[in-house]
């Protein structure tokens, strides 16, 4: 089974300070995704990677950056907290170019920003 | 920009009543289509997905979903639910390669015994 580890389930940070969300996948994926997840907006991405150290910007990449230095792992970082930044975030991953449409997901990491 | 809504945010059934969610997209393109659910306390997971050929297609559990491409439409349904099928389902549309996904607003199913 694939698996997808995000490196914490529960952070509580306060406003300016720097947050780094790790991810991990055990499966060889060429993508891997940051989504953040809140009530009634569903998933929104945030970045993604399609290989080392390439990215490329979602839908809402404004307050976050992202590192990919090995294939396996890929960061959030938050530079510098703020309130609305509080959200469940969610790490993905999922085969190269190929469109299968099938992410595999981790158990998503709960931030609170104070 | 490619988008996705989904009709109802909030839906509660009773077990063995028949259930219909809706989904529309934006982009009338060729499009592949996806539903994923997530069941309480666990990670997102496919449920099914449409690429082309027959507009019905099944997914695990007894879900079936159909394409309509003339209303934009991809609606989730299931003939008779279960408990077990309490959980928040999300459509999700490919939108460009490397298996980017736009994914919806999302639908909380709870079914009540």
């Known amino acids: 089974d694939v698996k997808v580890t995000q490196s914490s389930r529960y952070l509580v940070k306060r406003t300016g300070e720097k947050v780094f969300l790790e991810c991990v996948q055990d499966?060889?994926?060429?993508?891997m995704f940051w989504y953040r997840q809140d009530p009634g907006l569903g998933l929104r991405l945030i970045y993604f990677?399609?290989?080392?150290?390439?990215?490329e910007k979602g839908d809402i990449p404004e307050g976050y950056s992202v590192s990919r230095e090995k294939k396996e792992r890929f960061s959030l970082i938050l530079e510098s907290a703020s309130t609305n930044q509080t959200s469940m975030y969610l790490c993905?991953?999922?085969?190269?170019?190929?469109?299968?449409?099938?992410?595999?997901f981790g158990e998503g990491s709960r931030l609170t920003v104070l | 920009a490619q988008s996705v809504s989904q009709h109802n945010h909030h839906v509660i059934l009773s077990e063995a009543a028949s259930l219909e969610l809706g989904c529309n997209y934006s982009?009338?393109?060729?499009?592949?289509l996806f539903w994923y659910v997530q069941y309480p306390g666990q990670h997102l997971q496919l449920l099914l997905k449409?690429?082309?050929?027959?507009?019905l297609v099944k997914g695990i559990k007894g879900f079936e979903a159909e394409f309509i491409k003339s209303k934009f439409s991809f609606n989730l349904r299931k003939p008779s639910v279960q408990w077990s099928d309490t959980a928040e389902y999300f459509c999700?549309?490919?939108?460009?390669?490397?298996?980017?996904?736009?994914f919806g607003a999302g639908t909380r199913l709870a079914v009540h015994p």
């Open positions: 990677s399609y290989d080392v150290k390439m990215k």
């Open positions: 982009y009338g393109g060729t499009v592949n």
């Open positions: 999700a549309v490919t939108s460009g390669g490397y298996n980017k996904l736009i």
């Open positions: 499966m060889d994926h060429e993508n």
């Open positions: 993905a991953s999922s085969l190269g170019q190929e469109v299968t449409g099938e992410l595999f």
């Open positions: 449409y690429f082309s050929g027959d507009p």
